[in-house]
């Protein structure tokens, strides 16, 4: 049996598994994510060290090893993945140093897009992984390949305005996806509330139901332009705010349907059958960082 190692370093924490050739888990281990260079590669040291003694190997007799993280990252180098405190960081040098094997490391986001592909066992071929956490954007797999564009910033589909007159983002401009559709968003709309506090208010508080309702619009909008422009065969949805469960999905069906009943050919994209949300328990990231270490996508 082949395994694969898989690192996910979040904002907030570092995920770590060991995977066979299909994607399942074997083994897990979550710790906090560091803040700062140094930081950061500990925290991906250790956690990498407690799955391969929970597993009884070292990092260099895995088949592979992948890292997803957030930033640009060119050629196993990390730039300007703020919210770890990195401006410049070879990560996959560092991390080969203390591994004794170099890791493949990609973006975070397409990552998951390999990840959700994986582990829900799509035969799909083009697919998009919406990921809709603390911000917004879209790993897309085409043809069976990532795909990152002529600069890297395919998917960065948050940066989107769908309506002048919509709410201000932090760049200062209206109606963004992300200032709709992530957790960051719904606090700046609700004046610096956590977005679960403004979501579990929205059948009492009129704001709370406004900024609900946006998100809703703005999930939708935000498949509506992933279909559009690429013809996915399907759109599924991860990250934290799709703990919603079944009312996000119904909410977005529908904004979808409203706009069908206006639009006979938005009708006949189908846009409602095209989206699944994933389970919110499956390690999509660090599953797909084990895979593309592995060589998928």
Request: with cysteine; charged share 20%; net charge negative.
């Amino acid at each position: 049996m082949t395994r694969h190692l898989g690192i996910d370093i979040g904002g907030t924490k570092t995920d770590a598994v060991l995977v066979d050739e299909t994607g399942r888990v074997l083994c897990r281990q979550v710790r906090p994510s560091g803040h700062g260079p140094d930081a950061v590669v500990a925290e991906a040291v250790a956690a990498v060290a407690q799955v391969c003694a929970e597993a009884g190997i070292d990092p260099a007799s895995a088949d592979s090893i992948g890292v997803g993280v957030p930033g640009s990252v060119l050629d196993g180098v990390v730039s300007h993945a703020q919210n770890l405190g990195i401006t410049r960081l070879d990560l996959a040098g560092e991390l080969a140093h203390a591994w004794g094997a170099r890791p493949v490391v990609d973006n975070d986001v397409n990552a998951a897009a390999v990840g959700a592909w994986v582990s829900t066992g799509s035969e799909k071929r083009s697919v998009a992984f919406l990921n809709l956490g603390t911000g917004l954007a879209a790993g897309l797999i085409l043809d069976g390949t990532v795909w990152r564009g002529a600069r890297g910033s395919a998917g960065e589909i948050g940066h989107i305005a769908v309506d002048p007159h919509g709410p201000l983002g932090p760049d200062g401009l209206p109606g963004g996806l992300e200032t709709y559709a992530s957790g960051s968003g719904i606090a700046i709309q609700a004046g610096g509330a956590p977005a679960v506090d403004v979501l579990a208010q929205a059948e009492t508080d009129p704001l709370a139901a406004r900024i609900r309702d946006g998100l809703f619009f703005g999930v939708a909008s935000a498949v509506r332009v992933l279909v559009l422009t690429l013809d996915v065969e399907e759109v599924l949805l991860g990250g934290g705010l799709t703990r919603m469960g079944d009312s996000l999905l119904d909410g977005t069906r529908r904004v979808i349907r409203g706009w069908e009943r206006n639009s006979p050919f938005l009708a006949s994209v189908d846009l409602t059958a095209r989206m699944r949300v994933l389970d919110p328990e499956t390690p999509v990231a660090a599953i797909g960082a084990a895979m593309r270490g592995a060589g998928r996508g």
